[in-house]
């Protein structure tokens, strides 16, 4: 560009020691190129390089799927009688639980729900009077009893009643996870067990979404026996005095404690026949059909 | 004197142009606006270098990328610098990923990388009904809820692109790191490289000026020039206009895309009303961003809008 201009000065210069008349001509000509010149100079330093167009390359962004696995499983027949609470306000839907109770009618178990239905696959609030009473009534038949994310806490009398029902033999599952409004500790902490509100999540390895963990660490127990690996889907860890039964990889971590820390999503209690699982929704379908989750 | 009308008057003088974006929740419309104020500053060949201010605490997917590729567009004629004020979080973030140079302050809040998809189908699907026909089963709800949480880590996947791609060796971070969603101070923001300096306004405009190897230029409030324009091409609509948009109570880009091309025809007297009260108001100025409040209008509702 320098070199151009140059040029152009010269022939305007060539120009002006011409004759009278060029010269008249040209001096404006040669004022205007002096004065272009110098706003050149005094506005501009360089020049814009714009950078690279980014290739972003989104077409080489992978749709992520699942492993799914069949389950397949030649159910032991016993028998027996398992109830399922729903007269706490209990946060789940009976949807939810359907393989849990197809499970459990395989292996010919007889599952009947505490609480009253609504229709819609929830159950209708009791007073705590009529929910004692019904408590004590069911118990008094059942082998086993679940409490899944109940939100209206369980009353020093009920914590009795289950208390008894262990101390007796009976089985007690709860379950529960972080996402929901629920009141389990109120009887896990009876039995030494404490479900804990951050969410697990996994940003290295994840089914779908970062919430989605993988569990394949499991401690010797006949609960995961012929467990390899299991997907839980925002799970929450649980505390207990008792044995853990499953842990969790050093890239799980938790969203209220800081620090790399196995969690434990699965445990006893130290009687031996309470179990906590802080979790849910690994064994509704779909989900039931992810790895070992069935 | 002779200077002065030299430095003052000369007609070739770079200018430098400054886009505010007060707090603003990026959706179709304000999308709509700083997309206009950045053609605005494309189609200026005096414009050398631009200055975008920006806080904003995201808003909806589709607006954000629509901003990001129109920033990153106008980046390859002219540079870009953004100022992040208070907030420029998620869908914000990813609009000043475009950017030649990201500037903040130390106490402004960045980052928030990532997406809601919301609300998710249940986990059972809905009970079909024998009252409605539907040609596929996931027609009404668009997919399973697991189909969602696919598209989810999809559009996580494709932001991460954007940062990591922009960003490039300046990253001092990992990517499961910025993906976590975290805000960082301008200061951390510095320290793992996801802007490039610390300044205030004035910093900004020289970095502009010097990236555009400018020197001596004017300053351009590219809100007040566009608003002027659209202004006089508004003055240019005589009589009352009709355009018949279907829209019941709002307006689109259609009809100020329509006025500010000069339509005289097409918009309805209810639309007509409210760009008036738009223009006439207190605000002086379509082209003036709405307060927060204001701002936050959610879109019209969705089965599962992507949000930033």
Redesign the interface.
């Known amino acids: 560009m320098l070199a151009s201009l140059s040029n152009a000065l010269w022939a305007i210069s060539r120009l002006a020691f011409g004759s009278a008349l060029r010269r008249v001509l040209a001096i404006p000509l040669l004022v205007a190129a002096v004065?272009l010149l110098?706003?050149l100079f005094?506005?501009?330093?360089?020049?814009?390089d714009?950078?690279e167009?980014?290739?972003?390359?989104?077409e080489e962004?992978t749709?992520?799927i699942?492993a799914h696995a069949i389950f397949t499983e030649q159910p032991e027949v016993r028998s027996g009688l398992l109830v399922i609470d729903g007269a706490h306000d209990n946060e789940f839907?009976t949807?939810?639980i359907v393989s849990l109770v197809t499970s459990l009618a395989d292996q010919g178990i007889t599952v009947d729900f505490m609480g009253v239905p609504t229709g819609f696959g929830g159950f209708r609030r009791m007073t705590s009077t009529d929910r004692l009473e019904m408590l004590e009534t069911k118990l008094r038949q059942a082998g086993g009893l679940v409490v899944i994310s109940p939100r209206e806490p369980y009353s020093e009398a009920e914590q009795g009643l289950v208390g008894r029902f262990v101390e007796k033999g009976g089985r007690l599952l709860l379950i529960s996870d972080p996402t929901r409004n629920q009141q389990i500790n109120t009887l896990a902490e009876e039995f030494g067990l404490s479900f804990q509100p951050g969410v697990l999540y996994n940003?290295?390895d994840y089914d779908?979404?970062?919430h989605?963990i993988f569990v394949q660490d499991f401690f010797a127990d006949p609960v995961t026996d012929r467990l390899s690996q299991v997907a839980f889907y925002t799970a929450g860890a649980i505390r207990s005095g008792g044995p853990a039964l499953a842990y969790t990889d050093g890239n799980t971590l938790s969203t209220l404690v800081e620090g790399i820390e196995p969690f434990y999503p699965l445990a006893r209690s130290s009687q031996d026949n309470v179990l906590a699982v802080g979790v849910i929704?690994f064994m509704?379908?779909?989900?039931n059909t992810i790895l070992d989750n069935g | 004197m002779g200077s002065s009308v030299f430095f003052f008057g000369y007609p070739g003088k770079p200018k430098i142009a400054v886009i505010e974006i007060p707090f603003t929740v990026i959706n179709d419309r304000s999308s709509f606006e700083i997309g206009a104020m950045l053609d605005y500053v494309r189609d200026d060949g005096s414009i050398k270098g631009v200055v975008i201010s920006l806080n904003t605490p995201g808003g909806g997917a589709g607006p954000s990328e629509e901003l990001y590729f129109e920033i990153a567009r106008l980046r390859e004629k002219k540079p870009v610098v953004v100022m992040m004020e208070d907030l420029v979080a998620s869908g914000g973030f990813m609009m000043a990923m475009a950017a030649n140079h990201v500037m903040a302050k130390p106490s402004s809040f960045v980052g928030d990388v990532g997406v809601i998809l919301s609300p998710l189908p249940s986990i059972i699907p809905s009970r079909p009904s024998d009252r409605e026909g539907v040609t596929g089963p996931f027609k009404l709800e668009g997919g399973s809820r697991r189909h969602f949480v696919t598209m989810t880590e999809q559009l996580r996947q494709a932001f991460a692109r954007i940062v990591l791609s922009e960003r490039g060796g300046k990253l001092r971070t990992t990517k499961n790191e910025i993906l976590e969603g975290n805000l960082y101070t301008g200061v951390e923001a510095m320290q793992v490289g996801l802007i490039d300096s610390l300044g205030g306004q004035t910093d900004a405009i020289a970095k502009a000026a010097s990236l555009a190897g400018v020197a001596n230029f004017d300053l351009v409030d590219v809100n007040t020039e566009v608003s002027r324009v659209f202004n006089q091409k508004l003055e240019r609509i005589n009589g009352p206009v009709r355009f018949e948009s279907g829209l019941s109570g709002g307006f689109g880009a259609a009809e100020i895309f329509a006025l500010l091309n000069g339509a005289t025809a097409g918009v309805s007297d209810e639309t007509s009303t409210l760009l008036r009260d738009l223009i006439d108001g207190d605000s002086g100025s379509l082209l003036t961003l709405p307060p927060p409040g204001e701002a936050s209008a959610p879109s019209p509702p969705m089965r599962c809008p992507t949000v930033f």
């Not at chain 1, 005094?42 to 814009?48: A, E, I, Q, S, V």
């Not at chain 1, 167009?53 to 989104?58: N, R, S």
């Not at chain 1, 509704?284 to 989900?287: G, H």
């Open positions: 004065y110098i706003a005094t506005f501009y330093r360089g020049t814009y714009a950078p167009i980014v290739d972003l390359k989104f962004i749709t992520p699942s839907d949807t939810e940003q290295v779908l979404n970062h989605n929704t509704t379908p779909p989900q």
